[in-house]
């Protein structure tokens, strides 16, 4: 093993996780669009999801672990009344599993009633919860978003907007956060544009207009809502003017304020790995940049071979994109069975190397004595490429290929995906070469950043888990 390149600072807690958020408001039936937007945005947590509703006068909240057609039927949906809503899916790190972390947070304070909902996460939290439990604060949850409802509820300002404002001015890091009261819904996004937030219109029954925001675009599809635009970095909006139930008309406002210099420094694993790929995030279709990324790829890593196959689902764009770049011919060699969870987000080793067996096989009368390229998404741990070319060993393949859509994964992430510790991420800790035997590929090869940033548009990204250089002073001062 090679010296380790990254140490672990003791800041990074369990409170790491990649979530998904959708508020709607003023909108008919209000939360069930929004649990059908959770629902299409269920590959962003699968630990537990919640939704709280306003009828104008009070906050109703239901949440549970559990998948979103676990944790909701009829009855519940229907308690959740009024036509204000957010909602949340969670995933997080193995240790951070009780109710009490489920979202969205609610709480009572002296200005009525609050829920709140929070994709990223906070890379100062632990600092500020120290701080706020040295004056008295209370707590009842490990997650980071409840330093906010503490923060808020101390606040001396007038009104919810200023309260957020001031606490935002204290807090560092990733966030795509929904703030619900009875009367209104407030979203934010970080100055950096870490975590994907996007604004939609919905058109109700009546003509009337409704909105909707969520993490991605494909929340929009399955209600009918159009898009709209990206909420820019840095940016707050607010939505005022909500009728109180189905059959009052409302003309609801918004309004947008700039409360942060934008410093767009949008995560550029929502597109290599995270996001739906019919979703638009960060203002680009998520399945058009997978496919050039997989053009880069064919243009850096030119291999002859007799078939490309991805590894099922988040390598089949870029396997389409590599086929079509190098005129070699696609294949679907494996198949994956759709009834298993991801095993990226698994939250123990033992259960992700089972579930690779679970849910992958291939198809021996395709690859059999043929030489193959296998195109995936990443390497993390290596022990799920290695199970892959172990099956496909057995399956009869003549030579393996394996090429990797992205850079080694070198540095965790902070903001707010679930990557893990520096001393598990093999290419961290090896040479290619190294990785190479232990995978039990023939070749291997990975995307230069270079090539990765032209295929994502050219933008600046942060790229903090390819180059391990994080963009927020906190997390520069913490981590070396």
């Given amino acids: 093993m090679e010296k380790q390149i990254y140490q672990t600072s003791s800041f990074q807690s369990s409170w790491n996780e990649e979530c998904a958020v959708v508020g709607t408001y003023n909108v008919d039936h209000a939360a069930l669009k929004n649990y059908y937007a959770l629902f299409s945005m269920q590959h962003r947590g699968q630990e537990a999801s919640g939704i709280s509703s306003s009828d104008g006068k009070q906050i109703y909240t239901h949440k549970n672990k559990g998948l979103v057609t676990e944790v909701f039927n009829q ?88 309260r957020i404002i001031s606490a935002l001015k204290i807090i560092d890091g990733a966030y795509g956060l929904l703030f619900l009261s009875r009367t209104k819904l407030i979203a934010v996004r970080d100055r950096y544009g870490l975590r994907p937030l996007s604004l939609g219109k919905i058109i109700n029954a009546d003509g009337s207009i409704g909105y909707i925001v969520a993490s991605e675009s494909c929340a929009f599809d399955l209600i009918g809502a159009e898009y709209m635009r990206e909420i820019q970095p840095g940016e707050m909006l607010i939505f005022e003017g909500l009728a109180t139930s189905d059959k009052q008309s409302s003309i609801p406002r918004i309004t947008s304020l700039q409360i942060f210099k934008p410093n767009p420094h949008p995560c550029i694993f929502e597109y290599v790995y995270f996001a739906r790929p019919d979703s638009s995030v960060f203002s680009q279709n998520v399945y058009s940049v997978r496919k050039n990324l997989g053009r880069e790829l064919a243009r850096e ?81 290596g022990t799920t490429s290695r199970q892959i070319i172990k ?90």
């Fill in 391 to 480: 099956i496909l060993r057995q399956a009869g393949a003549k030579k393996i290929h394996l090429l990797i859509s992205a850079p080694p994964t070198i540095a965790p992430c902070f903001y707010g995906v679930d990557t893990p510790d520096s001393k598990d991420l093999i290419c961290a800790n090896h040479s290619l070469e190294s990785v190479r035997e232990f995978i039990g590929a023939d070749s291997l090869g990975f995307l230069s950043l270079k090539a990765l940033n032209t295929a994502c548009g050219g933008k600046i990204f942060c790229q903090a888990c390819f180059d391990g250089n994080y963009i927020d002073d906190y997390t520069k001062s913490k981590y070396r």
């Fill in 75 to 162: 009855q519940c949906l229907q308690n959740l009344i009024g036509r204000a809503s957010i909602g949340h899916n969670r995933y997080s790190t193995a240790g951070s599993a009780s109710l009490s972390d489920s979202q969205p947070l609610f709480a009572k304070y002296n200005l009525g009633e609050i829920a709140i909902a929070h994709n990223g996460n906070l890379t100062n939290a632990k600092d500020i919860r120290e701080h706020l439990i040295h004056n008295g604060a209370i707590f009842q949850s490990h997650i980071d978003t409840e330093n906010l409802i503490h923060l808020i509820a101390q606040d001396k300002a007038p009104n919810l907007k200023d």
């Fill in 301 to 381: 890593h030119k291999i002859k071979a007799d078939m490309v196959i991805p590894v099922p689902d988040s390598g089949v764009a870029a396997a389409l994109g590599y086929a079509k770049e190098s005129g070699i011919d696609f294949e679907l060699g494996i198949i994956r069975n759709h009834y298993v969870g991801r095993t990226f987000i698994e939250p123990t080793q033992k259960a992700r190397e089972l579930k690779v067996r679970l849910k992958l096989n291939p198809i021996s009368n395709i690859i059999a004595n043929k030489d193959i390229i296998v195109i995936d998404d990443s390497i993390v741990r």
